[in-house]
């Protein structure tokens, strides 16, 4: 059976036809993957199953019983109809096949760790999803976080439609005419000092605004993620990695709102000069402290590396750095040269767990480049915390 692991999430590709034929090799086939894998989520994509009989629904039910996180994704109207009436999708969470988009020939206005952007039309842009995460439960994640900011008065963009591109999953954003901060920039340079300084007083808005408990997830676990990317890289000593999560422990928890990847590409201008949010996918309720060194990572480290700027941000380094400066000194409310070094200091610092992170998995390095960079960061850190 064709399958795919990632992430700890097993997926197996049901094709054709599962009757009573077909369904006890199917099963033995899943009973074996599992069995030798032991994924924590099974997911059973059905976007080539063209009939399902109620032999094939008692292999799901099987599955169920073992333990597994059981998931149907991609499936067809008519095999959801037979999921639906039979009542397994009240009891397996089951999402509908989307439909094709291709991005052949569509400009990419920004980039993520996780993720590419690109516009569509005047109105509409696209997050396509890495192939190496986990796509659905990051939709969800996104959809979820999405609806809460959006009920809690952020101004951010609901997405509007979940779509394949090829093996990848992406979400379609509706905007009226919407370009990035970035696009924006770019196009009117003279208004550089103005978006800045908007941007400044939305993170600020942003970090005035507070969540229940449970509302959403604990911004820690963004640091923590990457820290698992660290430590999986083998890059870095075992102490590292346990000092690492004892510095992220320590930023406490809040009810703050933390958007999680606050920069220029994930920033839409309205028409009417609005700011919007998009990439939701790390929204979370924390302190901003970790909003903030998220930020300066992605415009003051790895926007600096080889045309980041342009590939995160879609403007140029120049500008960039320009952007930051009147970012900051709106922020934090201070003029003088000396403030700005200290604060950006204390961000470096900050930030360690995601720049460790994100050079244990960039493609943009060699593999010794790679450790040689790891090794100053390393130092970097322990350094900074006494050790």
């Not at 991609?74 to 509908?96: A, F, Q």
């Not at 696209?126 to 809690?152: C, G, M, S, W």
């Not at 309720?285 to 930020?295: E, V, W």
């Amino acid at each position: 059976m064709r399958h795919d692991e990632h992430n700890g999430a097993l997926t197996l590709y049901l094709e054709g036809r599962i009757d009573a034929n077909s369904a006890p090799d199917i099963e033995d086939d899943i009973n074996d993957l599992v069995g030798s894998l032991s994924p924590e989520q099974v997911l059973l994509d059905g976007s080539n199953l063209v009939y399902l009989s109620s032999a094939g629904l008692r292999v799901i039910m099987r599955l169920l019983k073992r333990g597994a996180d059981v998931r149907i994704v991609n499936v067809t109207p008519e095999v959801y109809d037979v999921l639906d009436m039979t009542g397994i999708s009240e009891i397996v969470p089951v999402t509908r096949l989307p439909r094709e988009q291709s991005i052949d020939g569509l400009r990419q206005i920004g980039a993520g760790a996780f993720g590419r952007v690109y516009r569509l039309d005047a109105e509409r842009v696209i997050k396509v999803y890495a192939p190496e995460v986990n796509p659905l439960d990051k939709i969800e994640r996104e959809r979820t976080a999405a609806r809460q900011a959006f009920i809690h008065g952020v101004p951010s963009a609901i997405p509007f439609e979940t779509v394949r591109v090829g093996r990848e999953h992406g979400i379609v954003y509706e905007l009226v005419d919407a370009r990035t901060l970035g696009e924006a920039v770019t196009e009117e340079p003279g208004r550089l000092d103005e978006y800045a300084a908007s941007m400044a007083h939305l993170l600020s808005q942003l970090h005035d605004t507070h969540f229940a408990e449970g509302q959403l997830p604990d911004a820690r676990g963004i640091l923590h993620g990457w820290i698992d990317v660290a430590e999986k890289s083998g890059l870095y000593a075992p102490r590292t990695i346990e000092l690492l999560r004892r510095f992220v422990d320590g930023f406490g928890a809040a009810d703050t709102f933390v958007h999680g990847d606050f920069h220029p590409a994930n920033i839409m201008v309205m028409p009417d000069d609005e700011l919007l949010l998009i990439d939701m996918g790390d929204a979370s309720m924390g302190s901003p402290k970790i909003d903030l060194a998220g930020t300066f990572h992605v415009l003051r480290i790895a926007a600096r590396r080889p045309g980041g700027a342009e590939r995160l941000c879609g403007m140029s380094s120049e500008a960039l750095d320009r952007l930051w400066m009147t970012f900051a000194r709106r922020y934090f409310d201070v003029e003088s040269p000396a403030d700005i070094e200290s604060i950006e200091s204390q961000l470096r610092i900050r930030a360690l767990p995601r720049t460790m992170g994100s050079t244990a998995r960039s493609k943009l390095i060699d593999d010794e480049t790679r450790r040689r960079q790891a090794h100053e960061l390393e130092q970097q850190f322990l350094t900074a915390v006494g050790q």
